[in-house]
């Protein structure tokens, strides 16, 4: 069973949930990886429209081979409100319960969302990186915050993401002529690490492979498979 550490309560109030993302991000450390990972793993979390049901997945690949080593999910149920800037005190909860089902505890993860590019710089990958005590980091679809100039449009090209003069992230291109991804450290790594592993973890879709398959995975459970439950 994967552990993971105990940073404060999750039954808060929004006003505090600020208040403990601004004393958090004192805790940030964005640095190199210490040795090379074999195993990365994905994030995703999924909800029902006006509903307050909570699918969280984690896959753990091989880095190597991108072959899945293990799934674990769960459902449960959201007790914090959707407030933009603060979902993973609507999501963490979730998403370490699923951790604690994991029988291999990942070298890195990787999660459907932001890191330091955040208005707090504490997004879902930043905030559950020090839960977990692991490098984290995140892969958004969509930005933030944050401004960035287009990168050319050949896979594997980048920009920097800048937010109050602050590099916090980076654009980039996992496929030719689409759309980029918003890759930014979260905890343990650096942005560099981030943006290498995000193109290693390429299956050929824009989504790099640790977040696609555990969208996948949560859109199973969605649909009533509990394999990996």
Request: overall charge negative; proline content about 7%; some cysteine.
């Amino acid at each position: 069973m994967a552990s993971h550490l105990t940073l404060h309560p999750w039954n808060v109030t929004p006003a505090e949930a600020v208040g403990l993302q601004e004393d958090l991000r004192q805790h940030i450390m964005v640095q190199p990886l210490t040795s090379p990972p074999e195993t990365i793993a994905g994030c995703d979390i999924s909800f029902n429209k006006y509903e307050e049901t909570v699918y969280a997945g984690i896959v753990v690949l091989r880095l190597d081979t991108l072959e899945v080593v293990e799934e674990a999910g769960v459902i449960t149920t959201a007790t914090f409100s959707y407030v933009p800037g603060l979902l993973t005190f609507r999501e963490g909860p979730a998403l370490l319960e699923a951790w604690e089902k994991l029988k291999t505890v990942p070298d890195v993860v990787m999660f459907d969302g932001h890191g330091l590019a955040h208005p707090r710089r504490l997004g879902i990958a930043t905030h559950m990186g020090l839960w977990l005590d692991r490098p984290a980091f995140g892969c958004g679809k969509s930005v933030l915050v944050g401004t960035f100039t287009e990168p050319a449009p050949e896979r594997g090209n980048w920009s920097p993401m800048i937010h109050k003069g602050e590099t916090i992230g980076a654009a980039l291109r996992t496929k030719n002529k689409v759309n980029p991804v918003f890759i930014s450290p979260g905890h343990l790594i650096d942005l560099t690490t981030a943006v290498d592993l995000t193109l290693r973890c390429d299956g050929g879709y824009r989504l790099p492979e640790p977040t696609r398959r555990a969208h996948l995975f949560v859109n199973r459970l969605r649909k009533g498979d509990t394999e990996g439950l």
